[in-house]
Nanobody, 123 residues
Framework: QVQLVESGGGLVQAGGSLRLSCAAS????????MGWFRQAPGKEREFVAA????????YYTDSVKGRFTISRDNAKNTVYLQMNSLKPEDTAVYYC????????????????WGQGTQVTVSS
């Protein structure tokens, strides 16, 4: 069992930056692939980024490539999402998720989810 708690969301102007954190409980964090998803009002949950258990492989949806960076610190049981050059269309609730499987952009592949953190980007 893994419990995930996101933090770091907030209100930022377009062009600004935020760093999301996701703290995980449990001693097996390093064995999980981790992902970030987001969901805007009235829209489906959308893949943002994923990272392998070692941190050696990362994946991004096209709309955030070059702006967002996913990373993890297994010693701190934490995964991060650094978000730069934010745009109003990045506004959403951001969720982190853990998977027993390889990193995936499909939300059903993830076994554990956090409660989400709101990110609002004003124009």
């Amino acid at each position: 069992q893994v419990q995930l708690v996101e933090s770091g969301g907030g209100l930022v102007q377009a062009g600004g930056s935020l760093r999301l954190s996701c703290a995980a409980s449990g001693r097996t964090f390093s064995s999980y692939a981790m992902g970030w998803f987001r969901q805007a009002p009235g829209k489906e949950r959308e893949f943002v980024a994923a990272i392998s258990w070692s941190g050696g492989n990362t994946y991004y949806t096209d709309s955030v490539k070059g702006r967002f960076t996913i990373s993890r610190d297994n010693a701190k049981n934490t995964v991060y999402l650094q978000m730069n050059s934010l745009k109003p269309e990045d506004t959403a609730v951001y969720y982190c998720a853990a998977s027993h499987r390889a990193p995936s952009n499909w939300y059903v592949e993830y076994d554990y989810w956090g409660q989400g953190t709101q990110v609002t980007v004003s124009s």
